[in-house]
């Protein structure tokens, strides 16, 4: 089962209930910080789509004044400049959620939004797990389900979406046109900022008004931690292992390697959340599965240090350092759920 699935299962049984399953233990959890460091972010991601939603509507109304004319909008400086500025916000922008991930897809009243800003594909991908949401474009057109607004973004701003793309253009006057050097379609990228904006402050309320519970802390360790096999299969089919050959839409331009250390580094510190909790039944099993955590954490930085600084590693080896690192998630996963039945506290997946 993907995460994808086991997020919109978890999301639909609970919501489904009405509410989420109380637990009859677990009294020195503490998950205030939990919950301030969501909100400290979410307040980056509403931050960073508004400035977002801002170019990309000028963007949209410098090609308006062009009616649409792409080899003309090609010609227009200040139009190659916001596109610039807009793939830097977008760089910028795409850690305020993936810190945040394993508590939003974990989380059953907030895991729709995974879904819609980062996980959930389209409709032509897979109409299981596609986006609940259409894009009404500007000029009428609706994009129904095309898939979440991080990837959906990405492939407009550097061309892994050609659908969504008005043509291509020497951005940055070098006299080559290299990867990423496109001119979105203006009426889609509108579209999407704005919608960009709209579910981060539904995220933003939503997780102001979010009342954290073991429960929720628990089953979001035990099922957002042992996703590194999905996450190294998409690293291994990116630019950042295949080069040119790639021809993924998604994750090429912010390697999975940063992801995935950054939805670790958001598990860590609900991990610190919890383990008070386990440590009351056992101390020596709450420092162990805190110290592995934090190993895992460490494993994937080192490989991102590696890429960084210009090794190129091979699917083969992304296959092998997957598996290794699911085998860690996995023993962890296993070690949070065995001291969840102890504390009484429900494990949902």
Known sequence: MSR?????????ALLAAGATPASAAAPAASLA????YLLE??????????????????????AKRANFSYPALAKNAAARRDLTHAKTLWIKGNPYYERVEGIVAGTPSLAVYDVILDAGS?????????VP?????????????PGNLYNLTEGMLWGTRPEL????????????????????????????ADAFVLYSERLDRSGKAWRPTPSDAFTSVVVMVPTMSEYFGQWKVSRFVLGDKASGEAFNVVSRLSDIGDILGGLRVIYRGIGPSI??????????????????WGYVAKLRAQEKSGKRFTPQQADTLGRTAQERATAIAGQVTQAAARLRVKIVQ
């Not at 508004?50 to 000028?58: E, G």
């Open 41 to 62: 972010h979410t307040a980056l991601l509403t931050g960073f789509t508004k400035d977002f939603s801002v170019v990309a509507n000028r963007y949209y109304a410098a």
């Open 33 to 36: 910080p939990v919950k301030s």
């Open 122 to 130: 389209s409709a032509k991908e897979d109409p299981a797990s596609a």
């Open 165 to 192: 793309v008005g043509g291509k253009a020497d951005l940055d006057g070098d006299g080559r046109i290299e990867f990423g050097e496109v001119l979105p379609d203006a009426n889609a990228l509108k579209a999407a």
């Open 4 to 12: 994808l699935v086991r997020i919109l299962t978890l999301a639909a």
């Open 133 to 145: 949401f259409d894009l009404e474009l500007p000029n009428g057109k609706v994009l129904r389900k």
């Open 279 to 296: 440590a009351q039944i056992d101390p020596q099993q709450s420092a162990q599965t805190r110290r592995e955590l934090d190993a895992l």
